[in-house]
């Protein structure tokens, strides 16, 4: 059975980094290690989180966080932001291209990192709002959050590629 959670019924806690545990107000029941996660990641925000049991199973759906009591809030927040940890691209150092494989390496809010790209036509996402998204050869993602604000060379390194 899912549980659609609408408000303050339920109490959210902390249980190592990703996972939380849910305890139902009315009912008393309380289930242990879920992962909570975006229905919609890209433009969902705080609406339509799901809590995933062990098996990866849907058990519960927070309508909208903001509806939480704030602890609950604080911890789901904390959780989706450790699983979402995505870095914003401030500025492109090199970018290389040896057989179709493009090599880069950029500025982040997280440091210096050089990661692959391997199909910039599939994997370099320009969205309306100027931000660009990138998947690097091994699923990570990275954001420019508007590639309009970078500087000259690191915009004429990433023009080719939007």
């Known amino acids: 059975m899912i549980h659609y959670i609408d408000g303050p019924e339920i109490m959210i806690t902390e249980n190592d980094g990703i996972f939380v545990d849910a305890k139902f107000y009315e009912t008393g029941e309380t289930l242990y290690e879920l992962e909570p996660r975006r229905l919609f990641p890209k433009s969902g925000g705080n609406r339509?989180?799901?809590l995933l049991d062990?098996?990866?199973e849907q058990v519960a759906?927070?309508?909208?966080?903001e509806n939480l009591l704030p602890e609950s809030r604080e911890?789901?927040?904390?959780?989706?932001d450790e699983y979402y940890l995505i870095p914003r691209i401030?500025?492109?150092?090199?970018?290389?291209?040896?057989?179709?494989?493009?090599?880069?390496?950029?500025e982040t809010d997280h440091g210096t990192l050089t990661f692959e790209v391997r199909n910039h036509i599939s994997t370099v996402k320009p969205l309306y709002d100027g931000r660009v998204l990138i998947k690097d050869a091994n699923d990570n993602r990275y954001e420019v959050p508007d590639y309009r604000k970078l500087d000259k060379?690191?915009?004429r390194m990433l023009r080719?590629?939007?």
């Open 54 to 56: 062990s098996e990866g």
């Open 90 to 106: 401030t500025k492109f150092i090199k970018m290389t291209d040896k057989f179709r494989v493009w090599m880069w390496t950029a």
């Open 153 to 155: 060379r690191s915009i």
């Open 160 to 162: 080719p590629k939007l």
């Open 61 to 65: 759906v927070i309508r909208n966080t």
């Open 48 to 50: 339509y989180v799901v």
């Open 75 to 80: 911890v789901i927040e904390r959780a989706l």
